[in-house]
């Protein structure tokens, strides 16, 4: 059976898609205009996309959507209403006060992060399941699927993998990678997905994580940030003051079945200190995470076992690849 992948530029990164199939080279091009298709639509950086509808009516009138965006917003609103993490889907006026990750971000000044804190409440956010659509009650309200989105398109395009009876490849967004079984080639090799190096250049990893039909997704201050003054701001905020989350943790990596939640819980897990992530992400089902202390300590949670190079599951006290 033929090995095909392929990369190519897409939502600000580089995709990466490789499959064993005899088809694969026409189930690379679907993926590709299925991916095309999502970028457009769930996007806040198109002033006509499909979310952005709902953000320009903000405070004017409910939108119906259709059903996977609808259901992609219920479900991460769910998670935003949980005031213990800081995962926030209304937390777009802060995003777009801040600008980071863009050339014109700028240092704002308090007063502008005060005057932005009224919108970043995701209880604001009205569901009507029988017309579906989705309302946001207070002029000037947006929301941002930018920590969910690309969790959710790497699920759907396994889910159209697996049902063209693709047993062996992986979706590779911009460090979002989900596998579908074991190595191309093999029954029995699982793929071995590197952490990011949170102190290391850009590829550098600290750790590697074999995994078989999983999802390995990272989350860090340093991936996207500005300088002022020698000072650095990352990019994950935090809707109580607006600025970045103060914290000791410089990276979170989520293993998980779907990566969807390895995208959720990535962010959610960004608590004030890498012990109160711990405590937290053992409470959460499905999923084991990596957080990295800015002290350069790699902490695992209780399914996970850690022997300074490699990182595999706990499973009734022996070792067993996840």
């Known amino acids: 059976m033929s090995y095909y992948k392929t990369r190519f530029q897409m939502m600000g990164t580089f995709i990466d898609l490789a499959v064993h199939h005899h088809n694969g080279e026409q189930l690379l091009k679907d993926c590709y205009l299925q991916l095309q298709e999502f970028a457009q639509r769930f996007t806040v950086n198109q002033p006509h996309s499909e979310l952005m509808n709902v953000n320009v009516h903000a405070g004017v009138r409910p939108v119906r959507v259709k059903t996977d965006l609808y259901e992609l917003l219920k479900i991460a609103t769910t998670v935003s209403l949980d005031s213990n993490n800081p995962f926030n889907i209304a937390i777009g006026p802060l995003i777009k006060t801040w600008r980071i990750g863009f050339k014109d971000a700028i240092l704002p000044s308090d007063a502008e ?67 579908i079984g074991c190595v191309l080639g093999s029954s029995e090799k699982p793929w071995n997905v590197g952490v990011q190096d949170p102190f290391g250049a ?29 000072k650095q701001y990352h990019h994950l905020l935090d809707a109580k003051t607006g600025k970045p989350i103060v914290t000791d943790i410089v990276s979170v990596t989520i293993i998980s079945k779907l990566s969807i939640d390895g995208e959720i819980w990535s962010t959610a897990g960004f608590l004030s200190s890498a012990n109160d992530a711990l405590a937290y992400l053992n409470q959460r089902p499905h999923i084991e995470a990596i957080v990295i202390s800015e002290q350069g300590q790699v902490h695992v949670t209780d399914g996970l076992i850690d022997d300074g190079q490699i990182i595999i599951e706990r499973c009734n006290k022996k070792f067993a690849y996840i």
């Open 113 to 179: 992060l005060v005057s932005k804190l009224h919108l970043v409440n995701p209880s604001q956010i009205i569901f009507d399941d029988v017309y579906q659509t989705v309302f946001l009650t207070k002029v000037g309200m947006q929301v941002d699927l930018g920590a969910i989105a690309k969790g959710y398109f790497a699920d759907q395009i396994k889910q159209y993998l697996v049902s063209q009876k693709v047993v062996s490849g992986y979706i590779n967004l911009g460090g979002n990678v989900l596998t």
């Open 202 to 230: 850009r590829g550098q990893v600290c750790r590697m994580v074999p995994i078989k039909g999983k999802s390995v997704v990272t989350s860090g201050v340093n991936e996207r940030f500005i300088e002022h003054n020698g």
